[in-house]
Nanobody, 121 residues
């Protein structure tokens, strides 16, 4: 019903930048929260940054001042600009969206397939 498609991952040197994008499509009535999480083997999936429909934003402490999340509500698009990347930012990054498919339905979580970000010299 709802698909999240990510793009923009890759390999970058420490100090470099990458931009991730995620487009939501399908049967969508409204989207509340959109955001990014990341997962590294041996660790739990962690929140990176989320943005609410009204614009309220939350960042993980580890990315504050380096990452910027933005959203285009008209296009159901969320982006993550990642600057000053560090090796510890290496992970699979997942897009997440809380979507309501009907005016009278609950918001459900949907996830993208994940995109690899590798920061290495």
């Amino acid at each position: 019903q709802v698909q999240l498609v990510e793009s923009g991952g890759g390999l970058v040197h420490p100090g470099g930048s990458l931009r991730l994008s995620c487009a939501a499509s399908g049967k969508i009535f409204s989207i509340n929260v959109m955001g990014w999480y990341r997962h590294t083997p041996g660790r739990e999936r962690e929140l990176v940054a989320v943005i609410r429909n009204g614009g309220n934003i939350k960042y993980a402490d580890s990315v504050k001042g380096r990452f910027t999340i933005s959203r285009d509500n008209a296009k159901n698009l969320v982006s993550l600009q990642m600057n000053s990347l560090k090796p510890e930012d290496t992970a699979v990054y997942y897009c997440n969206a809380a979507v309501r498919v009907r005016f009278d339905s609950d918001y459900l979580d949907y996830w993208g397939q994940g995109t690899q970000v590798t920061v290495s010299s």
